[in-house]
């Protein structure tokens, strides 16, 4: 693996299967069923994906990946949605690589697609560093401490 993704995230570790495929390194996706070229903002991708799943107790079919919608006749893709039940959106995730600062920009990205899918979290990782946002009751933003306990919001 490149010294980019020897990065020490700051989240638990786990087994992931990895391959090589035409001089490309490859990782399997557990939502998407697939391997997907590894690059380092997927190695934060996965690790995210490993956290809702092993940590946090999502059931895998409550997770989308690379979810795409329109916003203002343009085209995007989220990179995690995490789903209630009835299938809303309970949270987005914007992954960026442990090298990209999460800056403002950043903030602005993913509160825009919250216009469209309206989730009542929002969390920006580099894998590294993360930021939970909550809507509250006057539909403003407050920052969470941690990550909140979303399989009590997805029953």
């Known amino acids: 693996m490149s010294n980019s993704l020897n990065n020490k995230l700051n989240l638990p570790s786990y ?32 690790h995210i994906i490993h956290y809702l799943v092993y940590d946090l107790n999502v059931p895998i079919g409550l997770i989308g990946v690379e979810v795409g919608f329109n916003y203002n006749k343009v085209n995007h893709r989220a990179d995690i949605v995490v789903y209630n039940r009835e299938g809303f959106p309970l949270m987005i995730v914007e992954c960026k690589a442990p090298s990209v600062e999460i800056s403002q920009d950043v903030v602005d990205q ?3 697609y919250n216009y469209i899918l309206q989730a009542e979290y929002l969390l920006i990782s580099n894998g590294i560093k993360h930021i939970v946002l909550q809507v509250d009751t006057e539909n403003k933003w407050k920052v969470l401490d941690n990550f909140p306990n979303l399989t009590i919001k997805i029953k």
Do not use: H, Y
């Not at 990895?18 to 996965?46: A, C, H, M, S, Y």
């Open 110 to 112: 993913i509160c825009r």
């Open 15 to 46: 087994q992931f299967r990895i391959k090589k495929q035409n001089g490309n390194r490859l990782i399997f996706d557990i939502v998407r069923k697939r391997f997907i070229t590894l690059t380092p903002e997927e190695w934060v991708r996965q």
